[in-house]
Structure formats: C-alpha cells, structure tokens
C-alpha cells in the first residue's frame, strides 16, 4: 500500500505580519497543501493520513468545502483525517455535522475509534481533539483488531499539554505505522514506523529547516517512508561572530552578500555573537530593514577597554566599580557583570 503522511497543514494561518512578504507567505499553506494533492493523484497513492491541525484555527464552512473539492480530485486515494489542537471540535463547529467525499474518512469522535478499509486490508485508528489541550495520554491503552488487517494509527500530539506519548508502545500494541501530528519538526522516533510529519510548510520562524510530507509503502512485512520537502519557504539561522573592529555598515554588506548567495526560498533569523566596539553599538534595525530577514537577536558584548576607561573615569563611578569588579573571583559570572554594569554606567 502506498501513502503519503501530512499534518499541520494550519490551512488560514498568516506567518511574519507586517513583513513585504507577508501575503506571499500566507499562500504557502494552501498552495502545499493543494501540491500534494496533485502528488497523490499522480502517483495513485492508495491512502493519505492528514494527522491534525489541518487548519489554524476553526475552519469556515466554506474552507470546508475548498478542502473537500481538493479531495474529491482523488480518483484513487483514500483520505483519513482528525481535529488537531488548532482545529479542535467546539460545539459550534461545522466540523460536526460537514458532509465529507464519499473517499474522505473523518474521525471526529474524543475517544478512540477507527475506520475499516476493506480494499486495502487497513484499519486507521484516531481521535480528535474536542479541547484546546488534553494532557492525558489517551494512546496508552489502545486495543489493536486482531486479523490480516494492516493497522496505522494517527496521533496528534506528544508534549505534556496535548496527549503525551511513548513511541516505543506503539509498537508493543500491534501498530505497523504510527502517523504523527503536532511537532513541527519531521522525525522519525523509530525507523520506518513511528514517524512526525512536521509541519508541510513552516508556520512561524521558529520552524527552522526543511517541511514537506512522507511518502511511504507500507506491507505486513515491512514499512519504508521517504521525507519529501517542499520548497515554499523555509526559515534558517545565520550565526555572524562579530569583532570589535567591524563597522556597522560592513557588517550589513557582508549580510546582504549572504542573502544573495542563499536560495531565494530562505527566509533568516540573524544570530549576532562575539564583540563590538563600546563606544559604537551594533545598529540591529539595519539588519532587520534587509529583505527576506526576519528576526535580529543580538547577543554580542562590548569590548571595553577596561584599563582605559579605570584610568579614564577613576574618580566617577564608573572608575570606582571596574576596580571592585576587579577585586572579585574573575568567573563566568563577574565577566557578564563587568560587562553589563559598564555598559549600563556609558549609556547613564
């Protein structure tokens, strides 16, 4: 059997406000979404397991529909889905009572349930979230049919807030692939079995790395699934070690050079370390005026020259607290107080 595993599509949702890219990046979802689509039509993928958070929050009725138009292009495959933590099922939601293609199997149910696949000799297991949070660990006693049937499972979930779990018990229950939701981060917890999809496209810029969406082929025997990216957008880290003798103009040329050099896909979080010239702070809203930046954090130090400064300043209170600063065990501690309580001292 052939399937492609997705989740956390967060269909509505809309990544770095207030940025020129703003509206582009609000496409990404639907638009990988809507890729993937057309992937399990050309390749006749026999099953897609969506495992939560297919929208950002409660979908409208007409989003519904959008989606379940996109489903019904399948000629071939069969679509199981549940309620996520962002799309849980409230009492007003429209998730209760929509009525899904003939090919699309919605477990909406708070416990644990599963639908019966004849044709493929499969059973998906599920539930949805029908509460923002649900930190029991409603996975822990499942009881797996016995019989021929393949048996996958769809959990959404896996910190403390939302149903935390073992990935070494899905596998003691009778399990032959545990689809995973809720984590943004694909990973395999094991092997070929028990797999997080991560989210298909990245959500906010802390979703660092590459998103997209497993494709695998799935028997009694074994199970083998390939990550697939999709290249919409994806956030990276540029770590910069600043020294003390680089001007602010530099530094912002050699950033831009950076820029050009990386795939126009990348989007960068700038992570500034080392030192810089006391007496010329690094100027961070450059950085984060250039294009496709999204976030500056500076954790630099100021390079005083502390003799100087002692001499300098000897009958002031900054003189007065290098000296006692001096007097005191030179651990991590007292460099990091030096440092800050100067700088407090220069700014005043």
């Known amino acids: 059997m052939k399937f492609i595993h997705i989740a956390d599509v967060h269909l509505g949702a809309a990544p770095d406000k207030n940025t020129p890219w703003a509206q582009e990046r609000k496409n990404h979802s639907r638009k990988a979404?809507?890729?993937?689509?057309?992937?399990?039509?050309?390749?006749?993928v026999d099953l897609l397991l969506i495992a939560g958070d297919l929208f950002h929050r409660q979908p409208l009725q007409r989003e519904l529909k959008e989606v379940n138009y996109q489903f019904s292009k399948l000629s071939h495959t069969q679509v199981v889905l549940i309620a996520g933590n962002h799309d849980f099922i409230n009492p007003e939601s429209y998730y209760r009572t929509f009525p899904w293609e003939k090919n699309v199997h919605f477990l909406?149910?708070?416990?644990?349930?599963?639908?019966?696949?004849?044709?493929?000799?499969?059973?998906?297991?599920?539930?949805?979230?029908?509460?923002?949070?649900?930190p029991e660990a409603l996975y822990?006693?499942?009881?797996v049919e016995e019989g021929s049937f393949l048996n996958i499972l769809l959990a959404h979930g896996g910190d403390e807030k939302h149903i935390p779990f073992q990935s070494e018990k899905f596998q003691r229950m009778g399990f032959d692939y545990v689809a995973?939701?809720?984590?943004?981060?694909?990973?395999?917890?094991?092997?070929?079995?028990v797999v997080m999809?991560?989210?298909?496209?990245?959500?906010?810029?802390?979703d660092i790395g590459a998103h997209g969406f497993f494709m695998g082929n799935l028997t009694k025997e074994r199970c083998q699934v390939e990550f697939h990216p999709l290249t919409y957008c994806e956030y990276?880290?540029?770590?910069?070690?600043?020294?003390?003798?680089?001007?602010?103009?530099?530094?912002?040329?050699?950033v831009k050079k950076r820029l050009e050099q990386a795939p126009e896909y990348m989007i960068f979080k700038v992570m500034l370390s080392g030192f810089y010239d006391g007496s010329a702070p690094i100027e961070t809203e450059r950085l984060e005026k250039l294009e496709r930046v999204i976030?500056?954090?500076?954790?630099?130090?100021?390079?005083?020259d502390f003799e100087r400064l002692k001499q300098q300043y000897s009958q002031q209170l900054i003189g007065k607290y290098i000296s006692a600063m001096e007097r005191l065990p030179q651990d991590e501690v007292a460099k990091l107080a030096l440092y800050y309580g100067v700088e407090a001292l220069m700014d005043s």
């Not at 979404?33 to 006749?44: K, R």
């Not at 809720?182 to 990973?187: E, G, S």
């Not at 999809?197 to 802390?206: E, F, I, M, R, S």
């Not at 976030?295 to 005083?304: G, R």
């Open 180 to 193: 995973c939701g809720h984590i943004h981060k694909p990973m395999q917890y094991i092997e070929n079995r």
């Open 108 to 134: 909406k149910k708070e416990s644990v349930e599963y639908v019966e696949l004849p044709m493929l000799r499969t059973r998906v297991y599920g539930l949805s979230y029908w509460h923002r949070e649900l």
């Open 295 to 304: 976030q500056v954090v500076n954790q630099c130090q100021p390079d005083y």
């Open 33 to 44: 979404f809507e890729q993937v689509i057309n992937i399990a039509e050309e390749e006749q």
């Open 236 to 254: 990276a880290v540029m770590n910069l070690k600043v020294t003390s003798d680089i001007t602010n103009g530099a530094l912002e040329e050699f």
């Open 140 to 143: 822990d006693n499942i009881k």
């Open 197 to 206: 999809a991560g989210a298909l496209q990245p959500v906010d810029c802390n």
